[in-house]
């Protein structure tokens, strides 16, 4: 085909829609995968792909696809315009259309299987048009990198470039077993934490060691020492439940055991930073019907 010669938009657009989804799922295996055809068929569509532009899009490696600068300029060009077509679909659909299409939620491991998995049950009963691939992660990838559509998040997104919707209000909530206080005291200010074995989760900012907590305008900084530190909270639930130190973990997490007796609340009246729970994602997926309503399930969700 020469230069000159246009392309049939369909499949111009089919071909980036492959080229994104090849870089999301970062080898042709796992591309070949979710395509449901062989890797050697995907390796051939992308070299047809290569030999239509003239260039080299894709540095090839045993475990991973890197984008060269070629690359990195065509999926960037790539994902604005299927962008563009969706909003533009989205407009034409109207407010009222029935969603439909692939949606892309991530969060994080407990939360998810607790409750994101559960409401998305129920969305995809009311909405079965929606394709949906939940992904759940010990550490959240940025929702910037074109993996996912949206996330589960705690706290406010750093980037400007997301939207956050607030879920629900999210304490955090300082707790140990009965038997632990009983052998080593319950704390009547923060200072008084440095004494206990603190059970760290190395995800959040108390794994570094320093806990601020407010009670009104006061606001204590507290280094925090201890022999557990875990990647998963439920782990550290589960240990300060054995009596084996202090732990500081969402309430949804942890209100169960307290309500229980099996775990206790220190310090109540003092704070920890918040950390509500939102649903996060980029802007320009804000028209997107299936994204709009989504986020609209997950909110009826969260405040029933």
Request: one cysteine or more.
């Amino acid at each position: 085909m020469s230069a000159a010669t246009p392309r049939n938009p369909s499949t111009a657009s089919q071909d980036m829609q492959f080229f994104t989804l090849l870089l999301r799922c970062g080898s042709l295996t796992a591309a070949a995968r979710e395509l449901r055809i062989s890797t050697a068929a995907v390796s051939k569509r992308l070299s047809a792909l290569e030999a239509l532009l003239g260039v080299t899009l894709l540095h090839r490696t045993t475990r991973r696809l890197a984008p060269t600068q070629e690359g990195a300029t065509y999926l960037s060009g790539a994902r604005r315009i299927l962008d563009d077509i969706a909003e533009l679909e989205a407009a034409i659909q109207g407010a009222t259309a029935e969603p439909a299409g692939l949606l892309r939620v991530n969060a994080t491991l407990g939360f998810g299987r607790m409750h994101i998995g559960p409401a998305l049950a129920a969305f995809s009963r009311r909405y079965p048009g929606v394709e949906v691939q939940l992904q759940l992660s010990v550490n959240p990838p940025p929702i910037t990198d074109d993996a996912y559509d949206v996330g589960i998040r705690f706290g406010e997104p750093p980037d400007s470039r997301l939207i956050a919707r607030r879920l629900a209000p999210n304490r955090r909530l300082l707790c140990a077993s009965p038997a632990w206080l009983q052998r080593h005291g319950t704390p009547a200010e923060p200072a008084e934490l440095a004494r206990h074995n603190f059970i760290a989760i190395r995800q959040a900012d108390e794994a570094q060691g320093l806990l601020r907590l407010s009670r009104g305008r006061r606001v204590e900084t507290v280094r925090l020492r201890g022999n557990l530190s875990t990647n998963d909270g439920e782990v550290a639930v589960h240990w300060a439940l054995a009596g084996l130190g202090v732990v500081l973990r969402a309430e949804w997490d942890v209100a169960r055991y307290l309500r229980s007796g099996r775990l206790r609340q220190i310090l109540p009246e003092w704070q920890s930073p918040p950390a509500d729970i939102h649903a996060v994602y980029p802007a320009r997926l804000a028209s997107v019907r299936r994204v709009q309503v989504f986020v609209e399930h997950l909110v009826r969700h969260f405040g029933a």
